[in-house]
């Protein structure tokens, strides 16, 4: 039977809407805090935690966002979100043997995603019993024993895709790696390939670097903010601090988003005591632009083109000393920028000339400028050229290498960053292979292997036949889901390193492994001790993490652990110490200073205060490129409006979810109460499909070849976004991203550019 559905806290009231004119965070984030920590039974060792949490020393990282620490020795540098995300970690609830047997995997397929996970924490590695249709307990060592043996048994190691989410540690990071390509492979998708692997290619291809340059003290010296496709309240809740301490200083700030959310107006943040109790709250920011869903390319050449006009008549409006000595390209995007009529900036961007020129007016004038951008930006077609727009706009005025400018993208997941510079990567370079050869004694293989578009439709190929996941929750995170989830089911073997029950363990191969590991907030005892692990935040901060709770079971390993069992059971005659390097982490550290830039000395820096930061070169001016300077790109500008008759989709989290984790059917900062299932639309919109609000539509997507797929009985919210633009929330509208919507610049899934037709819902209308 199904859990009762008085579990989600709100299942009980009905769906509601109302307008939200509070500040981001303030009262409402302490209310809400307190209310998880109630239900989840933590209200003593929630505050532990709270107090323990991003603090240097004998604290553990945030298992949520990828915000870099306080660089002040903030006592509290917490946010409503990463307690949410703690306290789901640390729930007193069980999922064991007897769990399982109570409970078919085909009824579990029938609860939903969050009574999966609510049901609490694994305590013991699990194997699919198809007799029984049941997942029984099975020992560690068989369960190594079951991967390795089937991987051996693979006619060729491209048969196998080794998943990363970004929770997963650095020393783990490249002890995945290292065992994947020791067997044989570069199929290391990750999380990256859907959310920032645009950011990647274009940094790579302007400045020779994959990273943003700027640190979060360049945040604090910086005279103007330009703040791209992020929902900053939600998606990185601690920002708000450096916007109310920005707008305070007399940073301008510019919001760049087809929404206005709850962090573009105003903020109480928490620990700013007086101000709570004083409900005095810190304007976020200085002006607004909603650019229509795919638009941000349009408006970046649209400032790009009037600061290059503004320079006819005042040569200081650029910095032609830096662009004469550090870039190249510069006249080709200058004619470029000329030749790109006002007009088509006008149509694309969704923008006024007079917006546009409001925002450049903001760039010429500061000194010092910052860009920040997140999925917004980059879960497009162009991508990757909006991006490199943003550095061009940048460049323009010598805003790089110097404090308080430069580019800066915020990154989703804790260690998403991490997971990349240590080795998950299935493009690699030459240069990194050649180290991991020489050090670690292996011959790793040379050709690119499968991303997670790739690796879905090799599954569904037959090409890939075990599918590991370190974390995450895969079946339902990637795109298409019903194609994803076919893929997953065609495999030999399924594994998946987990804390909680999620859909992926319901959606299994012909024989199937859950693996539970320690949280973030646990111990990590080994030979040596107890373990701390490393981090690296979005702007290349490395530091330590350590756990400060007893295991939610004596069963769990680490995921060190882990990775060295299944190496061991897989490669019997490998050369590499897998215990040694579990038995102390030290040993692992030691080894990737050999192996990767910017980590020598890693285990002595790593214990400094703060950690230390990876050296970007391009922040020193020093450029990898062909030419050796930063590049301006020449891409034409893309036509970013929908057909008739159809609307620009993007997914987005609502405010109560991290990810796929779904806390509850309510997001406070759209007004939103107990709804999951609807669609933002524009009002002009609505009426011309004759749709009202809270009515029942069908969104039906028109994927790029030509197929459809329907979400149906979704409720229409008339909302303040552009003509022609809707929204909607991930993972339930993964469903409409087909298996060829992915972009050929990034193969990124095209998460914000859907292409959708909306109508009032009919029980006739079927999609192919």
């Not at 804790?414 to 670690?440: K, M, W, Y």
């Not at 004596?554 to 390097?581: N, V």
């Not at 020449?634 to 779904?662: F, K």
């Amino acid at each position: 039977m199904k859990p009762a559905r008085g579990h989600r806290p709100d299942a009980r009231r009905k769906p509601r809407r109302h307008d939200y004119d509070h500040p981001a965070a303030g009262w409402g984030a302490a209310g809400s805090v307190t209310r998880v920590l109630a239900r989840e039974g933590a209200l003593l060792d929630g505050p532990r935690a709270i107090f323990k949490m991003n603090h240097e020393g004998e604290g553990f990282d945030c298992p949520g966002c990828a915000w870099p620490d306080d660089i002040k020795g903030l006592k509290l540098d917490i946010c409503e979100n990463g307690i949410k995300h703690v306290t789901w970690e640390m729930t007193r609830k069980r999922v064991g043997a007897e769990f399982f047997a109570a409970h078919t995997v085909s009824e579990l397929a029938g609860w939903s995603d969050f009574d999966l996970e609510d049901q609490g924490r694994l305590t013991g590695p699990m194997t699919y019993d198809p007799d029984s249709d049941r997942y029984v307990p099975i020992t560690w060592q068989a369960a190594f024993d079951m991967i390795g043996g089937t991987l051996r048994g693979l006619d060729s190691p491209h048969q196998a895709a080794f998943y990363t989410s970004g929770r997963l540690g650095n020393e783990a990071t490249f002890l995945y790696q290292l065992m994947a390509r020791e067997f044989g492979t570069n199929n290391l998708p990750d999380c990256s390939n859907m959310c920032h692997e645009a950011s990647g290619r274009a940094l790579y291809a302007s400045l020779g670097t994959g990273k943003g340059t700027a640190d979060l003290a360049d945040w604090e010296a910086t005279d103007a903010l330009f703040i791209m496709g992020v929902n900053a309240a939600s998606n990185a809740p601690r920002m708000l601090t450096a916007l109310a301490e920005a707008y305070r200083r007399g940073t301008r700030i510019v919001h760049i988003n087809p929404l206005i959310e709850a962090a573009a107006t105003r903020t109480i943040v928490p620990h700013e005591l007086t101000r709570m109790a004083t409900f005095h709250s810190t304007p976020t920011s200085t002006l607004n632009l909603q650019v229509r869903g795919g638009g941000d390319m349009a408006l970046m050449r649209g400032i790009a083109k009037a600061v290059l006009e503004e320079a006819r008549g005042d040569p200081k409006a650029l910095d032609r000393r830096f662009i004469e000595r550090y870039t190249h390209g510069f006249d080709a995007y200058r004619e470029l920028c000329e030749a790109t009529p006002w007009e088509e900036l006008e149509r694309q961007s969704g923008l006024r000339r007079a917006d546009i020129l409001a925002a450049a007016k903001v760039y010429s004038e500061s000194a010092r400028t910052l860009m920040s951008w997140c999925l917004g930006v980059s879960q497009h077609e162009h991508g990757v050229d909006t991006v490199r727009e943003i550095v061009n706009v940048l460049l323009l005025r010598g805003n790089l290498g110097r404090e308080g400018a430069g580019p800066s993208p915020v990154r989703g997941h804790s260690n998403v960053q991490g997971n990349r510079t240590c080795g998950i990567n299935h493009r690699p370079e030459g240069p990194f292979l050649d180290r991991l050869a020489q050090v670690c004694g292996i011959e790793p293989p040379r050709e690119d292997g499968l991303d997670t578009v790739g690796t879905v439709a090799a599954m569904h190929e037959g090409r890939v036949k075990v599918f590991v996941g370190m974390g995450g929750n895969f079946a339902l995170a990637a795109p298409d889901t019903a194609y994803t989830q076919e893929g997953l089911r065609r495999c030999a073997l399924t594994v998946h390193v987990s804390t909680k029950l999620n859909r992926s363990h319901v959606v299994h191969g012909e024989r199937a492994l859950i693996l539970p590991c320690l949280g973030r907030t646990e111990k990590d005892h080994q030979r040596a001790g107890v373990q701390a692990t490393s981090v690296e935040d979005s702007m290349s901060m490395v530091h330590l993490s350590i756990g400060m709770k007893r295991p939610a079971s004596p069963h769990l390993l680490s995921e060190p652990a882990i990775i060295a069992g299944m190496a061991r059971a897989t490669l019997p005659d490998s050369p590499t110490p897998w215990d040694d390097y579990t038995g102390d982490y030290d040993r692992i550290r030691d080894t990737m200073a050999e192996v990767l830039d910017g980590f020598e000395d890693f285990n002595r820096r790593v214990r400094l205060p703060l950690g230390f930061r990876i050296r970007q070169p391009a922040r020193e001016l020093v450029f990898l490129t062909p030419s050796g300077r930063a590049e301006f790109s020449t891409a034409p500008l893309p036509d970013v409006i929908p057909p008739e008759g159809t609307l620009l989709l993007q997914t987005m989290r609502s405010h109560d979810q991290w990810n796929t984790t779904i806390y509850s059917d309510s997001d406070r900062y759209r007004g939103i109460e107990n709804l999951r299932t609807l669609v933002f639309m524009n009002a002009d919109d609505m009426r011309a499909r004759h749709i009202v609000s809270g009515g029942l539509v069908d969104v039906v997507s028109v994927a790029k070849d030509g197929s459809s797929r329907a979400l149906r009985e979704y409720r229409a919210v008339p909302y303040d976004i552009p003509a022609g633009c809707a929204a909607g929330y991930m993972p339930e509208m993964n469903a409409l991203i087909g298996a060829a919507d992915y972009s050929q610049e990034s193969a990124q899934p095209l998460m914000k550019s859907l292409k959708v037709r909306i109508t009032p819902h009919t029980e006739t209308t079927t999609a192919r």
